[in-house]
Protein backbone atom coordinates (compact mmCIF):
# COMPACT_ATOMS: atom_id res chain seq x y z
CA UNK A 1 0.00 0.00 0.00
CA UNK A 2 1.28 3.57 -1.08
CA UNK A 3 2.60 5.26 2.07
CA UNK A 4 4.15 9.23 2.97
CA UNK A 5 7.55 8.83 3.82
CA UNK A 6 10.14 10.68 6.03
CA UNK A 7 13.51 11.79 6.60
CA UNK A 8 15.07 11.58 8.94
CA UNK A 9 13.29 9.99 11.19
CA UNK A 10 15.24 12.09 13.97
CA UNK A 11 16.95 15.21 13.59
CA UNK A 12 18.87 16.96 16.82
CA UNK A 13 20.38 20.63 15.33
CA UNK A 14 21.66 23.54 17.81
CA UNK A 15 19.37 26.69 18.06
CA UNK A 16 19.98 29.35 14.78
CA UNK A 17 20.99 26.43 12.84
CA UNK A 18 18.92 25.93 9.49
CA UNK A 19 17.63 22.15 9.35
CA UNK A 20 15.75 20.97 6.27
CA UNK A 21 13.13 18.31 6.49
CA UNK A 22 12.28 15.97 3.78
CA UNK A 23 9.01 13.87 2.84
CA UNK A 24 8.07 11.68 -0.20
CA UNK A 25 4.28 12.30 -0.91
CA UNK A 26 2.17 9.32 -2.14
CA UNK A 27 3.19 9.00 -5.83
CA UNK A 28 -0.30 10.11 -7.49
CA UNK A 29 -1.34 12.67 -4.92
CA UNK A 30 -1.69 16.54 -5.60
CA UNK A 31 -1.83 18.08 -2.16
CA UNK A 32 0.94 18.36 0.15
CA UNK A 33 1.17 19.48 3.94
CA UNK A 34 2.65 19.95 6.51
CA UNK A 35 1.72 19.67 10.62
CA UNK A 36 3.52 19.56 14.02
CA UNK A 37 2.73 17.80 17.02
CA UNK A 38 4.85 19.49 20.03
CA UNK A 39 5.00 16.50 23.00
CA UNK A 40 1.67 15.67 24.47
CA UNK A 41 -0.20 18.18 22.35
CA UNK A 42 -2.53 18.36 19.82
CA UNK A 43 -1.48 18.32 15.89
CA UNK A 44 -1.11 21.79 14.93
CA UNK A 45 -1.56 22.80 10.58
CA UNK A 46 1.24 24.37 9.38
CA UNK A 47 0.98 24.67 5.54
CA UNK A 48 -0.87 23.33 2.49
CA UNK A 49 1.00 23.20 -0.77
CA UNK A 50 -0.51 22.78 -4.26
CA UNK A 51 0.18 23.37 -7.48
CA UNK A 52 3.45 24.28 -6.60
CA UNK A 53 2.30 27.33 -4.56
CA UNK A 54 0.89 27.73 -0.83
CA UNK A 55 -2.45 27.53 -0.46
CA UNK A 56 -2.85 27.70 3.11
CA UNK A 57 -0.80 28.72 5.89
CA UNK A 58 -0.96 28.95 9.53
CA UNK A 59 0.12 32.17 11.85
CA UNK A 60 2.67 29.13 13.16
CA UNK A 61 4.36 29.66 9.32
CA UNK A 62 6.16 32.31 9.84
CA UNK A 63 9.26 34.12 7.86
CA UNK A 64 11.41 31.47 9.30
CA UNK A 65 9.78 28.60 7.56
CA UNK A 66 9.47 27.90 3.59
CA UNK A 67 8.35 24.77 1.84
CA UNK A 68 9.55 23.28 -1.42
CA UNK A 69 9.16 21.16 -4.11
CA UNK A 70 12.82 20.34 -5.70
CA UNK A 71 11.57 17.64 -8.00
CA UNK A 72 8.33 15.25 -8.85
CA UNK A 73 8.84 13.16 -5.65
CA UNK A 74 10.32 15.23 -2.78
CA UNK A 75 8.58 17.70 -0.29
CA UNK A 76 10.61 19.81 2.18
CA UNK A 77 10.23 22.11 5.02
CA UNK A 78 13.53 24.30 5.98
CA UNK A 79 13.38 26.29 9.24
CA UNK A 80 16.07 28.66 8.48
CA UNK A 81 16.97 29.79 12.47
CA UNK A 82 15.66 26.95 14.71
CA UNK A 83 14.31 28.22 18.35
CA UNK A 84 14.30 25.76 21.36
CA UNK A 85 10.23 25.70 20.75
CA UNK A 86 10.76 23.97 17.25
CA UNK A 87 11.34 21.10 18.88
CA UNK A 88 8.30 18.97 18.07
CA UNK A 89 7.37 16.03 15.58
CA UNK A 90 7.03 17.32 12.02
CA UNK A 91 4.53 15.54 9.95
CA UNK A 92 4.28 15.67 6.12
CA UNK A 93 0.86 14.43 4.49
CA UNK A 94 -0.82 14.15 1.43
CA UNK A 95 -4.36 13.92 -0.36
CA UNK A 96 -6.01 13.71 -3.63
CA UNK A 97 -8.02 13.95 -5.27
CA UNK A 98 -9.40 17.02 -2.81
CA UNK A 99 -8.06 18.13 0.65
CA UNK A 100 -10.05 15.60 2.04
CA UNK A 101 -8.80 12.34 3.22
CA UNK A 102 -4.86 13.31 4.42
CA UNK A 103 -2.88 10.56 5.23
CA UNK A 104 0.08 11.04 7.52
CA UNK A 105 3.95 9.90 7.21
CA UNK A 106 5.46 8.19 9.98
CA UNK A 107 7.15 12.09 11.42
CA UNK A 108 10.61 13.44 12.04
CA UNK A 109 11.44 14.45 15.42
CA UNK A 110 13.67 17.44 15.60
CA UNK A 111 14.91 18.44 18.81
CA UNK A 112 16.75 21.95 18.91
CA UNK A 113 19.24 22.71 21.67
CA UNK B 1 -7.37 27.34 13.89
CA UNK B 2 -11.20 26.61 14.83
CA UNK B 3 -11.28 24.51 18.21
CA UNK B 4 -12.11 21.31 18.83
CA UNK B 5 -13.48 19.69 22.34
CA UNK B 6 -12.61 15.98 22.30
CA UNK B 7 -13.86 14.44 24.96
CA UNK B 8 -12.93 11.84 26.90
CA UNK B 9 -9.60 12.87 27.51
CA UNK B 10 -8.54 9.37 28.56
CA UNK B 11 -10.28 5.73 28.88
CA UNK B 12 -8.91 2.68 30.79
CA UNK B 13 -11.56 -0.58 30.05
CA UNK B 14 -11.18 -3.78 30.04
CA UNK B 15 -10.82 -6.18 26.17
CA UNK B 16 -14.31 -6.96 24.89
CA UNK B 17 -15.98 -3.47 25.97
CA UNK B 18 -17.58 -1.09 23.74
CA UNK B 19 -15.84 2.50 24.13
CA UNK B 20 -17.32 5.92 22.59
CA UNK B 21 -15.67 9.49 22.63
CA UNK B 22 -17.08 12.34 20.52
CA UNK B 23 -15.82 15.89 19.36
CA UNK B 24 -17.43 18.82 19.15
CA UNK B 25 -17.48 22.57 17.84
CA UNK B 26 -18.54 26.39 17.82
CA UNK B 27 -17.64 26.14 13.86
CA UNK B 28 -19.24 24.20 11.38
CA UNK B 29 -17.28 21.60 9.48
CA UNK B 30 -17.30 20.11 6.01
CA UNK B 31 -15.80 17.06 6.31
CA UNK B 32 -14.99 15.17 9.48
CA UNK B 33 -12.01 12.94 10.39
CA UNK B 34 -11.22 10.42 12.74
CA UNK B 35 -7.32 9.60 13.61
CA UNK B 36 -5.69 7.05 15.45
CA UNK B 37 -1.98 7.72 16.33
CA UNK B 38 0.45 5.21 18.16
CA UNK B 39 3.09 6.04 20.13
CA UNK B 40 6.38 7.69 17.93
CA UNK B 41 4.04 7.56 15.21
CA UNK B 42 2.25 9.17 12.25
CA UNK B 43 -1.52 9.56 12.65
CA UNK B 44 -3.66 6.91 10.78
CA UNK B 45 -6.46 7.45 9.00
CA UNK B 46 -9.91 5.32 10.39
CA UNK B 47 -12.65 6.92 8.87
CA UNK B 48 -13.84 9.95 6.71
CA UNK B 49 -17.52 11.54 7.40
CA UNK B 50 -18.81 14.30 4.45
CA UNK B 51 -22.04 14.49 4.67
CA UNK B 52 -24.60 15.78 8.17
CA UNK B 53 -25.97 12.54 9.68
CA UNK B 54 -23.94 10.13 7.48
CA UNK B 55 -22.74 7.38 9.44
CA UNK B 56 -19.93 5.22 7.85
CA UNK B 57 -18.16 1.74 9.91
CA UNK B 58 -14.91 0.39 9.46
CA UNK B 59 -15.16 -2.79 10.85
CA UNK B 60 -15.43 -2.60 14.26
CA UNK B 61 -15.59 0.86 14.28
CA UNK B 62 -18.14 3.41 13.51
CA UNK B 63 -18.50 7.21 13.58
CA UNK B 64 -21.32 9.66 12.80
CA UNK B 65 -21.31 13.49 11.09
CA UNK B 66 -23.15 15.13 13.48
CA UNK B 67 -26.76 16.55 12.08
CA UNK B 68 -25.70 20.44 12.90
CA UNK B 69 -22.10 19.51 11.43
CA UNK B 70 -20.54 20.64 14.70
CA UNK B 71 -20.01 17.18 16.19
CA UNK B 72 -18.83 13.76 15.49
CA UNK B 73 -18.79 10.48 17.35
CA UNK B 74 -16.57 6.85 16.98
CA UNK B 75 -17.67 4.36 18.51
CA UNK B 76 -15.25 0.73 19.03
CA UNK B 77 -17.22 -1.98 19.36
CA UNK B 78 -16.01 -5.21 21.39
CA UNK B 79 -11.98 -3.72 22.30
CA UNK B 80 -8.74 -5.38 22.10
CA UNK B 81 -5.86 -4.31 23.26
CA UNK B 82 -4.40 -3.43 19.85
CA UNK B 83 -6.97 -0.45 20.11
CA UNK B 84 -4.48 0.95 22.66
CA UNK B 85 -3.43 4.35 21.21
CA UNK B 86 -4.38 8.05 21.23
CA UNK B 87 -7.82 8.75 18.68
CA UNK B 88 -8.02 12.64 16.58
CA UNK B 89 -10.72 13.81 15.50
CA UNK B 90 -10.03 16.37 12.98
CA UNK B 91 -12.31 18.58 10.92
CA UNK B 92 -12.18 20.50 7.33
CA UNK B 93 -13.76 23.53 6.70
CA UNK B 94 -15.28 23.66 3.13
CA UNK B 95 -13.29 26.56 1.60
CA UNK B 96 -9.66 25.38 3.55
CA UNK B 97 -6.87 22.90 3.08
CA UNK B 98 -6.36 22.74 6.90
CA UNK B 99 -7.57 19.98 9.06
CA UNK B 100 -8.43 20.98 12.71
CA UNK B 101 -7.35 18.45 15.16
CA UNK B 102 -9.02 18.05 18.36
CA UNK B 103 -6.40 17.12 21.59
CA UNK B 104 -7.56 13.23 21.13
CA UNK B 105 -8.48 10.78 23.10
CA UNK B 106 -5.91 8.25 25.03
CA UNK B 107 -7.76 4.74 25.27
CA UNK B 108 -6.08 1.92 26.94
CA UNK B 109 -7.11 -1.67 26.95
CA UNK B 110 -6.46 -4.45 29.45
CA UNK B 111 -6.75 -7.48 28.47
Known amino acids: EPEVTQTPSHQVTQMGQEVILRCVPI?????FYWYRQILGQKVEFLVS????????KSEIFDDQFSVERPDGSNFTLKIRSTKLEDSAMYFC???????????FGPGTRLTVL | GQQLNQSPQSMFIQEGEDVSMNCTSS?????WLWYKQDPGEGPVLLIA?????ELTSNGRLTAQFGITRKDSFLNISASIPSDVGIYFC???????????FGKGTSLLVTP
Open chain 1, 27 to 31: SNHLY
Open chain 1, 49 to 56: FYNNEISE
Open chain 2, 49 to 53: LYKAG
Open chain 2, 27 to 31: SIFNT
Open chain 1, 93 to 103: ASSDPTPNEQF
Open chain 2, 90 to 100: AGRRGSGYALN
